[in-house]
Structures are given as structure tokens and as C-alpha cells.
């Protein structure tokens, strides 16, 4: 159980289009869902809480207007990276938890690794 | 925002050799989880520690919280080819389900 679909698994786009990224919660219901950004060797960076039929909580640094995020049922959280540029090229994972405040488990999907040419 | 400060950031190990990666914090955590990364993947859960000076075991792995809860740690006995990955601990802090992960360890094991 737990399981977390995250697609695509690899996009390339030109600078300035915008992409997509999905993230779904397959077997459960997730009204929080989390968005992380993770250059090569380095750890996992939250960029944004994703809320069911709220808007995201961004953390510090990172531009809302750029990384837009949609949470509009609960299970399924889209990140979109406007006017890419290449370096927004990087992996992007979403999670999912089960429980809320007490830290349950993170169940990951499969990234996105985006390249931005 | 909470901070976890893991060390090492590398290890490298011969086969059948142990291992052992910490994590710290300067405040006390509510609870600390423990999570894999195999090379192009994504971390997978591993454990989590809610308890005051807890131990687990998973097979060859010994995850431990400290007393005080401001640090954890993970220990891997005898070391096969597929332990190699990257290992988080992510830590949140009281009444928070928000995670910060720390910088990992990235294991190679040379067989």
C-alpha cells in the first residue's frame, strides 16, 4: 500500500515553455502532499506543502509564481515549472503521507528529472 | 526551520565491513525517520524512531535514538554490494508533520 505515481520520469523542454509534473496518491488519500527538489549529490530541499483545496505553503526561496503547484483533489498535486530555464534542470520528487501532524512516513514518487535546454 | 547535520557525507567500505552514518540536531525532535536512496532512485522509507533512547533492528541494520532525542543513528553490520545508496535521516520537530531531511551519506561498498 502507500503508493506514489509521479509522471513523467524524464522531460526535456526548451527554455521559456512550461512543464507539468503530476503526483498521485494510488491507494489512499493524501490531503497534504509534499514537493522537493534535489541537485546531484546533494539532499532532498522542500520547495512547497502542497494542501488539498488550498493553496501551497512555499518555503523560503522559492518563487510561487515559477513553481506553481495545484492540489485539486486528494489524490493528485501538480507542480508546474513556468518559463523554464536550464537551471531549473534538476530531479523533482513528490511525497505523500498518511497521517498529518506527528510525522508519519513520506511515501515518495519515482522524480522527475527535468532538463531545460 | 529545524536543522539535521548528518555525517559522513561519504563512506566508503570493503565488503563485510560495518557502517555507520549519524545524524544531530540542536533542539530535541519530536521524531526522526530513516530513509534509502539507491543511485536514480527515489528514498524509500526505512524506519522511524518516536522514542527516547529506542533501538531497532531491521535485519543487519541498528537504527538508534538518543536519550535526549537530538540525535540518531543508522548501523549497517557486515556490508553487502546492496546496502550501496545514499542514506537521509529526516527529522521533524514537535507538532510538526514537516521533515527536514539531513544531507545524506552516500555508501560504496567495493566487493
Known amino acids: 500500500g502507500a503508493v506514489v505515481s509521479q509522471h513523467p520520469s524524464r522531460v526535456i523542454c526548451k527554455s521559456g515553455t512550461s512543464v507539468k509534473i503530476e503526483c498521485r496518491s494510488l491507494?489512499?488519500?493524501?490531503?497534504?502532499m509534499f514537493w522537493y527538489r534535489q541537485f546531484p549529490k546533494q539532499s532532498l530541499m522542500l520547495m512547497a506543502t502542497?494542501?488539498?483545496?488550498?493553496?501551497?505553503?512555499?518555503e523560503q526561496g522559492v518563487e510561487k509564481d515559477k513553481f506553481l503547484i495545484n492540489h485539486a483533489s486528494l489524490t493528485l498535486s501538480t507542480l508546474t515549472v513556468t518559463s523554464a530555464h536550464p537551471e531549473d534542470s534538476s530531479f523533482y520528487i513528490c511525497s505523500a503521507t498518511l497521517g498529518g501532524v506527528g510525522g508519519s512516513p513520506l511515501h515518495f514518487g519515482n522524480g522527475t528529472r527535468l532538463t531545460v535546454t | 526551520g529545524q536543522q539535521v547535520m548528518q555525517i559522513p557525507q561519504y563512506q566508503h567500505v570493503q565488503e563485510g565491513e560495518d557502517f555507520t552514518t549519524y545524524c544531530n540536531s540542536s533542539?530535541?525532535?519530536?521524531?526522526i525517520q530513516w530513509y534509502k536512496q539507491r543511485p536514480g532512485g527515489h528514498p524509500v522509507f526505512l524506519i522511524q524512531l518516536v522514542k527516547s533512547g529506542e533501538v531497532k533492528k531491521q535485519k543487519r541494520l541498528t537504527f538508534q535514538f538518543g536519550e535526549a532525542k537530538k540525535n540518531s543513528s543508522l548501523h549497517i553490520t557486515a556490508t553487502q554490494t546492496t546496502d550501496v545508496g545514499t542514506y537521509f535521516c529526516a527529522a521533524s520537530g514537535a507538532g510538526s508533520y514537516q521533515l527536514t531531511f539531513g544531507k545524506g551519506t552516500k555508501l560504496s561498498v567495493i566487493p
Open positions: 533542539t530535541t525532535l519530536s521524531n
Open positions: 502542497s494542501n488539498e483545496g488550498s493553496k501551497a505553503t512555499y
Open positions: 491507494d489512499f488519500q493524501a490531503t497534504t
